[in-house]
Structures are given as C-alpha cells and as structure tokens.
C-alpha cells in the first residue's frame, strides 16, 4: 500500500477508507489484528507463531502501552511541584505590582497586570481541576485488570485527560516570565540546545 501524504491527515483516512483498509486510530485499536482468526492461520501455517504465542504478544503489548501511558501520566507530579509553584511565584508578582502602582497613584492605569493576573489565575484554577482529575483517573486504573482493559482505559480515559492537563499548562508558558518558568520553552529547545 503506497501512500506518499501525511498517513495522519484527515486525507488518509478518506483514502483508506476508498481502498477498503482498516482505520485504526491508535495501537489499542490495532492490537487485536494480531490474534485475527486470519492472522493466527498464516502465522501457523509458516510455522512462525502459535495462538497462544500471538496471543501473548498482544497482552504484552496490551501492558506496554498502559505502562507508557501510566509512565506520561506522571506530568501529574510536573505540574504538582513545578507549573503550579512557578505560576503562583508570578501571579504574586502581578499583584504586589498592581498594589505597588495604586500605592503611588489611584489614577495609573494598571489594567494590564489585572487582566494577566485575572487570566493567569483562571488558567492556574483550569489546570488545578484537570490536575485533579488526570489523578483520579490514574488512581482509577488500578481496579482496571492488566491486559485489554487497562489498556482501553487508559487510551479513553487517562489520554484525554492528559489533553485536557496541557491545554491551560501551554496557555501558561506563553503568558508567565520566562525567568519563571521551570522548564525550557519550546523556544528554547529549538534555538538554544
């Protein structure tokens, strides 16, 4: 099968779709091809693999994708200990700036410290909940039994979760002082490594 576009893209999967191909949107959803009644034939006819033997391929890698997945999950204790610490450090030089200014003067315009700090502080209070959430979810997967179950929890579940973490936490690094920040930018890993 020859395809020379973005094998991601929308495109391949209106043409894999013209051509009758599976669309198997992650490694979850691919797994089960390997223990197909038509996959286990050719692979026993060649006398590569066994049932059994494809079978425990797909468990393991059934494991190792909830294992990675669990391993990404820990952007729990990044966020805990790094992102929220340095947004708090800086959403608390925004209000002693906006205090300092009004100390001077009432009439001085401080409206755009106040709209970074309203913003910041929204954006703090959205990754706080998804934070939350993306634990209790890890915490979830634990009562999910190894193999396909966990796999697909994580995949549903854990996954989007993860998403909806980085969402206000890529806000924040565009909006908080770089000197702040705790990690590099993408900036940085790009034009400065």
């Known amino acids: 099968i020859v395809f020379n576009g973005n094998g991601y893209a929308p495109e391949w999967e209106a043409e894999a779709k013209r051509?009758?191909?599976?669309?198997?949107?992650?490694?979850v959803d691919a797994i089960p091809a390997l223990t197909t009644d038509k996959a286990v034939k050719l692979f026993e006819s060649f006398n590569v693999f066994t049932r059994a033997e494809l079978e425990s391929r797909a468990e393991i890698q059934y494991?190792?994708?909830?294992?990675?997945?669990?391993?990404?999950?820990?952007?729990?204790?990044?966020?805990?200990?790094?992102?929220?610490?340095?947004?708090?450090?800086?959403?608390?030089?925004?209000?002693?700036s906006i205090n300092s200014v009004k100390a001077v003067s009432a009439a001085l315009d401080v409206s755009v410290q106040t709209s970074l700090l309203e913003k910041t502080s929204a954006l703090l209070a959205e990754t706080k909940t998804a934070m939350d959430k993306l634990s209790g979810l890890i915490a979830e997967s634990e009562s999910h039994e190894e193999g396909r179950d966990r796999a697909v929890f994580f995949r549903e579940s854990v996954v989007p979760a993860m998403q909806a973490l980085r969402k206000p936490v890529d806000e924040l690094e565009m909006i908080v002082d770089k000197d702040m920040w705790p990690m590099p930018s993408y900036g940085d890993l790009i034009f400065e490594v």
């Open 19 to 27: 051509r009758g191909l599976p669309i198997l949107p992650s490694m």
């Open 63 to 96: 494991e190792g994708y909830a294992k990675a997945i669990n391993i990404e999950a820990t952007m729990v204790d990044v966020a805990t200990k790094q992102i929220i610490p340095a947004v708090i450090r800086y959403t608390t030089v925004l209000a002693e």
